[in-house]
């Protein structure tokens, strides 16, 4: 067993539901990640009632079935989490799609991405999804992890968003085939 492997069989991946405790942690994380530049759509600073209306919003989607909120924890904590949507259009029944994959900055580099990312393309093959999208940003976003697991670059938007603290950054497009498409 590598280093790795050891240090990722801490993490405890699951799929989140509503829970005033489970709000509040993403929230923090959600803050957190948006500080320190990430580009998952929100601006720095984040006020706390703007994240905790967007987990609101997901969580309760992720009640109704059109997403699966997963959770990374070490030692009882949210160090990570990644959202899976289900709810695509009538024409496209066999997607899914990753969305706000966020990792707390400490916990960076210790396998909690690849967990989340192993976790929800499982789910995604048995809901019975055979392709998954993406997007991340071009500057910072997490291109070279997503193509370890076999994504494929579909394309760049660029200037696409604003990032955190200003200025824009392009887009990059990635899918995977998987289940029975694979």
Excluded at 78 to 90: A, E, H, K, R, S
Aim: charged share 25%; hydrophobic share 50%; proline share 4%.
């Amino acid at each position: 067993m590598t280093a790795a492997e050891i240090t990722r069989s801490a993490v405890e991946i699951r799929a989140l539901r509503s829970d005033p405790a489970i709000l509040e942690a993403l929230s923090d994380l959600l803050i957190e990640v948006v500080a320190h530049g990430g580009s998952v759509s929100f601006m720095h600073p984040l006020e706390r009632d703007d994240a905790r209306r967007f987990w609101t919003g997901s969580l309760a989607a992720a009640d109704r079935g059109e997403r699966v909120v997963f959770g990374a924890f070490e030692r009882g904590q949210l160090v990570g989490t990644l959202t899976l949507l289900l709810d695509c259009p009538p024409n496209q029944p066999h997607r899914a799609e990753f969305a706000k994959m966020m990792t707390r900055v400490a916990a960076r580099g210790r396998g909690v991405a690849s967990a989340l990312i192993e976790a929800a393309e499982a789910a995604a093959v048995a809901a019975g999804r055979t392709l998954i999208v993406l997007d991340t940003a071009s500057d910072g976003g997490a291109a070279a992890l997503y193509e370890r697991f076999g994504f494929r670059l579909a394309g760049e938007i660029p200037d696409y968003a604003l990032k955190p603290h200003g200025g824009l950054t392009g887009t990059l497009l990635y899918w995977k085939r998987i289940g029975a498409a694979a």
